[in-house]
Nanobody, 120 residues
Framework: VQLQASGGGLVQAGGSLRLSCAASGSSDTILYMAWHRQTPGKQRELVAQIFNAGTIKYADFVKGRFTISTDSAKNTVFLQMNSLKPEDTALYYC???????????????WGQGTQVTVSS
């Protein structure tokens, strides 16, 4: 599975950005798609996660501001980010957990990261 993320950029505080991540390649089942973020010197942290069955989870620090969704084919995941704050500045990574075929193990795949910078 290959992941291509896009949509990052520079925005003023209070503004919005929409990240996209397209998945391609062979996959039997996608268990979930997610967005994480990382700043220098800190561990990567989960931002939002959407499971194939429909369950959605958000980190407390983005609840009410960010929305994760997928397209109808469930091979592209989006992250709509509203009311952005300077502390949202980070490198954002998309992540997919999937298996190549029935009975093969689920594996995590990562995109290349897209920079989001929020100015005050």
């Amino acid at each position: 599975v290959q992941l291509q993320a896009s949509g990052g950029g520079l925005v003023q505080a209070g503004g919005s950005l929409r990240l996209s991540c397209a998945a391609s390649g062979s996959s039997d089942t996608i268990l979930y798609m997610a967005w994480h973020r990382q700043t220098p010197g800190k561990q990567r942290e989960l931002v939002a996660q959407i499971f194939n069955a429909g369950t959605i989870k958000y980190a407390d620090f983005v609840k009410g501001r960010f929305t994760i969704s997928t397209d109808s084919a469930k091979n592209t995941v989006f992250l709509q980010m509203n009311s952005l704050k300077p502390e949202d500045t980070a490198l954002y990574y998309c992540n997919v957990k999937s298996r190549e075929r029935l009975f093969s193990p689920f594996r995590d795949y990562w995109g290349q990261g897209t920079q989001v910078t929020v100015s005050s």
